[in-house]
């Protein structure tokens, strides 16, 4: 199948690190979505990038994009319990969702 | 507001029978994706609906379609389910097709085939 690959596939930090997770394609990104997902649940949207930005903020989250090499992070500072859960990158023009990195975060 | 919801939340069938799922968006929101999600292959594309035309549709067999109605809602439809069917189907709503939209997400349809 047809997918995103994000490094790594789990991480396990203390609350106050930071956290940092990749995702890179195979094709060109326009539009690009991050999402966390609890438990199985619903995906939650978190921030959305597109091929003209480099960088981008939303609170203690920060995304990069580099088109040429297809690749994008997210960084989420100064980590907390309730950030434990599943994060997705999704290539929206190319309907691709990223493998997804479990983060977990020790109080 | 309303967020997205799905129906049932939890479903279990047997092999070669057929199932419906349900999704009803978010008020005023027109386009509807619907996605599976396995531990194996992670969260795949199904379709994408605006306005009751399907826009994509993802590399699945023809056993698995869906349709939208005049309201917005959606439903999709899968006829003789096989065990490897089993998967947490999820449903997403947004306000247009742009593809920089942000998707709400429904909880999901857990389907257990057996």
């Known amino acids: 199948s047809q997918q995103g690959e994000e490094d790594p596939q789990a991480l396990s930090i203390q609350e106050g690190e930071n956290a940092t997770m990749n995702c890179s394609y195979k094709?060109?990104?326009?539009?690009l979505q991050w999402y966390r997902q609890n438990s199985g649940r619903g995906l939650v949207h978190l921030i959305l990038?597109?091929?003209?930005?480099r960088e981008k903020h939303s609170g203690r989250l920060r995304v990069t994009l580099d088109t040429s090499k297809k690749s994008s992070s997210l960084l989420i500072t100064a980590s907390r319990a309730a950030d434990t859960a599943s994060y997705f990158c999704?290539?929206?023009?190319?309907?691709?969702f990223g493998t997804g990195t479990r983060l977990q975060v020790f109080p | 507001k309303a967020g997205v919801t799905q129906t049932p939340r939890y479903l279990i069938k047997t092999r070669g029978q057929q199932v419906t799922l349900s999704c009803s968006p978010i008020s005023g929101h027109r386009s509807v994706s619907w996605y599976q999600q396995t531990p194996g292959q992670g969260l795949q594309f199904l379709f994408e609906y605006f306005s009751e035309t399907q826009r994509n549709k993802g590399n699945f067999p023809g056993r698995f379609s869906g349709r939208q109605f005049s309201n917005s809602r959606s439903e999709m439809n899968v006829s003789t389910l096989e065990l490897g069917d089993s998967a947490l189907y999820l449903c997403?709503?947004?306000?247009?097709?742009?593809?920089?939209?942000?998707?709400?997400f429904g909880p999901g349809t857990r389907l257990l085939v057996l």
């Open positions: 094709t060109s990104i326009n539009n």
């Open positions: 997403a709503s947004s306000l247009s097709k742009d593809r920089g939209e942000t998707q709400y």
């Open positions: 999704y290539n929206t023009d190319k309907l691709i």
């Open positions: 990038i597109r091929s003209n930005e």
